[in-house]
């Protein structure tokens, strides 16, 4: 199996778990945050929406700057919103694996703010990061869900309210 096919693999995986996840976001929710320094649930999960997109980003450009760039998360009010944010980042992210070449894997990316260079690394490790980063944020939401108490969905298995622990 190719890199690319590997990363095809692992993209459709975690978008439709955390399809699930997101969808348990009730829109009443939306403004509530677990600390001050926490991001709000709104910010969080439009974050996770997002990332699948970044593979789009790190496939088709050779960096990201936040100080001279437009980019930015869409703000949504609904879970509906989010997840019809997720399905479109979803699309980029596969459509742009689909149609990339192996060796574009090992080219550099950067990702800075003007001059402050925070990292430079192969397309492939970006992608590899994207993904990470929405497993990690998936399960920041999923504390935040069971601190609602909100039933979670598994992950890689059935969840604590998934199953009858006797």
């Known amino acids: ?18 399809r699930k996840m997101l969808s348990r976001v009730p829109n009443d929710k939306y403004d509530w945050k677990p600390h001050e320094k926490s991001m709000d649930i709104r910010r969080l ?40 944010y997720l399905n479109r980042s979803y699309e980029k992210g596969k459509s742009a694996l689909e149609n990339a070449k192996d060796e574009t894997l090992d080219e550099n990316w950067t990702l800075r703010s003007g001059d402050q260079i925070y990292d430079v690394s ?9 993904l990470s980063q929405i497993i990690h944020h998936r399960a920041q939401l999923g504390v935040y869900l069971r601190l609602l108490d909100i ?12 199953q009858d622990f006797q």
């Open 122 to 130: 192969p397309k492939a490790d970006v992608i590899r990061m994207s």
């Open 45 to 84: 999960t439009a974050h996770i929406a997002d990332l699948p997109g970044w593979i789009n980003m790190a496939l088709t450009s050779d960096e990201l700057d936040f100080a001279n760039n437009d980019w930015k998360e869409e703000k949504t009010e609904s879970t509906t919103q989010l997840l019809d």
């Open 151 to 162: 039933p979670i969905p598994g992950s890689y298995g059935p969840s604590a309210d998934e």
């Open 1 to 18: 199996m190719s890199r690319i096919q590997t990363f095809l693999k692992d993209l459709d995986h975690e978008v439709e778990t955390t």
